[in-house]
């Protein structure tokens, strides 16, 4: 199991055991106020926007282009934060992420 530590849209932290193996959004998208994950998973729509927390940025994988072109068109972007959660792949190396649930895009 991998922890995690979750800001969800109301502002609340929410500690979850999460599953490695499976994608974050997936371990996520049936939480309160969390992401909406329209797509499924398939990188298409970045409703599964998060803002991870700067000291896990350099600790994931790097953004594939797909995903940074994406992601970079949100009202809500931070260089250095913005992820879709659909895409990092949970791993027990990622016990204790900490990350924030971005705002809705209207």
């Given at each position: 199991?991998?922890r995690?530590?979750?800001?969800?849209r109301a502002?609340?932290?929410?500690k979850?055991?999460a599953?490695?193996g499976?994608?974050?959004?997936?371990?996520?998208r049936?939480?309160?106020?969390?992401?909406?994950?329209?797509?499924?998973?398939?990188?298409?729509?970045?409703?599964?926007?998060v803002?991870i927390?700067?000291?896990?940025t350099?600790?994931?994988?790097?953004?594939?282009e797909?995903?940074?072109l994406?992601?970079?068109?949100?009202?809500?972007?931070?260089?250095?934060?913005?992820r879709?959660?659909?895409?990092?792949?949970?791993t027990e190396?990622?016990?204790?992420?900490?990350?924030?649930?971005?705002p809705?895009?209207?």
């Amino acid at each position: 199991m991998v922890r995690l530590v979750v800001t969800n849209r109301a502002g609340q932290q929410v500690k979850v055991e999460a599953s490695s193996g499976i994608s974050l959004m997936e371990n996520i998208r049936e939480l309160d106020s969390s992401v909406d994950a329209i797509c499924g998973g398939l990188c298409a729509c970045a409703t599964c926007h998060v803002f991870i927390d700067p000291a896990w940025t350099n600790r994931l994988p790097q953004r594939q282009e797909e995903e940074t072109l994406l992601i970079s068109d949100s009202s809500n972007y931070i260089a250095e934060q913005s992820r879709l959660s659909c895409q990092i792949q949970l791993t027990e190396d990622l016990d204790g992420l900490e990350f924030t649930i971005a705002p809705e895009e209207f």
